[in-house]
């Protein structure tokens, strides 16, 4: 268990998104995870999607490999991608759904420009952009 990092926060919310992902996320297809993290997220969400393609990325090149420890053999989830998101090329040129948990709360102002410019880019038409995360509401 020791090769594979732990974030409290993403066990802790992990089945209140999964009780909703399921109702906004197509079943099939290609779903971009932005700002994978740990990678718990991924390996709790996918096995919920068999029939898509679960392509989990993070900005920082260090994290990969938590990713992978996290999801190994689960067939559906491909290897994992550094991406950062205020980039005007992602390495994914199109994609079905995009999900985001625990970012834009802590980023800057730049990174919220860029997921969102990013996302105009990748997402299909009349795909899904889901994001989770602490907000105020005013």
Not at 13 to 19: C, F, G, P, S
Not at 20 to 46: C, D, M, N, W, Y
Not at 89 to 107: C, G, K, Q, R, S
């Amino acid at each position: 268990m020791s090769d594979r990092p732990f974030a409290p926060a993403a066990d802790r919310n992990k089945d209140e998104l999964l009780a909703v992902l399921p109702r906004i996320l197509p079943s099939e297809g290609l779903i971009l995870e932005l700002a994978s993290g740990t990678g718990q997220h991924a390996a709790h969400f996918a096995p919920r999607f068999p029939q898509a393609r679960w392509q989990p990325s993070d900005q920082r090149p260090e994290a990969l490999a938590g990713i992978r420890a996290w999801t190994e053999g689960q067939p559906n989830v491909l290897a994992p991608l550094v991406l950062d998101v205020t980039t005007p090329e992602w390495p994914i040129a199109a994609a079905d759904a995009i999900v985001t948990v625990n970012l834009l709360h802590i980023a800057p102002w730049e990174v919220c420009l860029g997921w969102l410019a990013g996302a105009a880019r990748t997402l299909r038409p009349g795909a899904p952009l889901y994001y989770y995360g602490p907000l105020l509401r005013r």
